[in-house]
């Protein structure tokens, strides 16, 4: 089987994951969503309501899906238009990096919300990781839920 982008770069968070049960794998993709998503400032009532969403395994709706979707595709022509900038020499590469995190964070919502189960999970946590300069914040806090004892093993 092809290995997935978080079990190529983070090897050790893909394999707690996979091996969690299901309520903490996706209580981990929960996380790792609401953190990017409050990394990049994504503060829109949408977005809220997809993560509720997300952390209580409910299914969104068409129309959730193709607004988050409409907001990431915003965010990515934004960084793209900025990176070109920069690259002409107009702009800072500063002004790339919020936009960029905010495509990121969205992408990994959506991967959450159009699946579940361990590759959707792995999927959404691997693009909420890229949301950030430095993950390691991130990938510590999805460690402590993969790996604290709670009531998410009983199921």
Not at 40 to 58: F, P, T, Y
Not at 76 to 94: C, N, P, S
């Amino acid at each position: 089987a092809l290995m997935n982008r978080l079990e190529n770069m983070f090897p050790e968070v893909a394999f707690k994951l996979r091996h969690a049960p299901a309520a903490k794998q996706r209580a981990a993709c929960w996380l790792a969503c609401d953190l990017a998503v409050r990394k990049a400032n994504l503060n829109s009532s949408e977005v809220r309501e997809c993560l509720d969403l997300i952390r209580d395994c409910q299914p969104a709706t068409e129309a959730q899906i193709r607004q988050v979707e409409k907001l990431r595709n915003r965010l990515e022509k934004r960084y793209f238009e900025l990176a070109e900038a920069e690259e002409q020499g107009r702009g800072d590469v500063e002004d790339s990096i919020v936009p960029f995190s905010g495509a990121r964070a969205l992408s990994a919502v959506l991967a959450a919300l159009l699946s579940d189960g361990y590759e959707a999970d792995s999927e959404a946590i691997y693009e909420a990781t890229a949301a950030f300069d430095n993950s390691s914040e991130l990938l510590s806090a999805v460690n402590v839920i993969l790996t604290k004892k709670n009531s998410l093993d009983e199921e």
